[in-house]
């Protein structure tokens, strides 16, 4: 079975340039865990995660003004996430700020098992599917992946 036969085509997407809080807030409202970056020409980019927003990379610096430079990027816009957290996001920040660039993804050709196992391998549950020039085309959840034949 061919991923694109259980793909979902219909993808909740932003842009790089997007600002950042309008998404997190979409993201809390929708129970999603993440949602492509794509370009104006549907490449995908990347991904905010709701555990990247939560639980940022360590800074790659030591200096002081490394550490300045990331403190300065919280405050401002207030995100009402679930639980009771809450989380501050300056309104000059954009997606591209914070989205991570590190994509695991399947062509729509590949298989159920293809899939299956980069899922198990990354401790994913969802994965971009992208043609061969990049463009995003669907996800692909494990929920989707159940019951069928590998």
């Known amino acids: 079975m061919n991923i694109s036969n259980v793909m979902n085509t219909d993808v909740v997407t932003t842009h790089y340039d997007a600002e950042l809080a309008p998404v997190v807030e979409m993201m809390m409202r929708r129970g999603l865990e993440s949602v492509p970056v794509v370009d104006h020409d549907q490449a995908l980019l990347g ?15 030591d200096s002081a003004e490394e550490f300045l430079g990331t403190s300065q990027q919280r405050g401002g816009v207030t995100c009402e996430l679930d639980r009771g957290f809450r989380l ?14 590190r994509v695991v993804a ?19 549950t969802t994965l971009p599917v992208i043609s061969a020039f990049g463009a995003l ?12 034949r590998f």
């Open 47 to 61: 991904h905010v995660t709701r555990n990247g927003l939560l639980n940022p990379p360590a800074a790659s610096g």
């Open 88 to 101: 501050d996001i300056e309104s000059t920040v954009r997606v591209g700020d914070v989205m991570n660039r």
């Open 137 to 148: 085309l669907g996800v692909v959840t494990a929920l989707d992946l159940v019951g069928q």
């Open 106 to 124: 399947v062509r729509p050709d590949s298989s159920a098992r293809e899939a299956a196992t980069l899922m198990a391998e990354h401790h994913l």
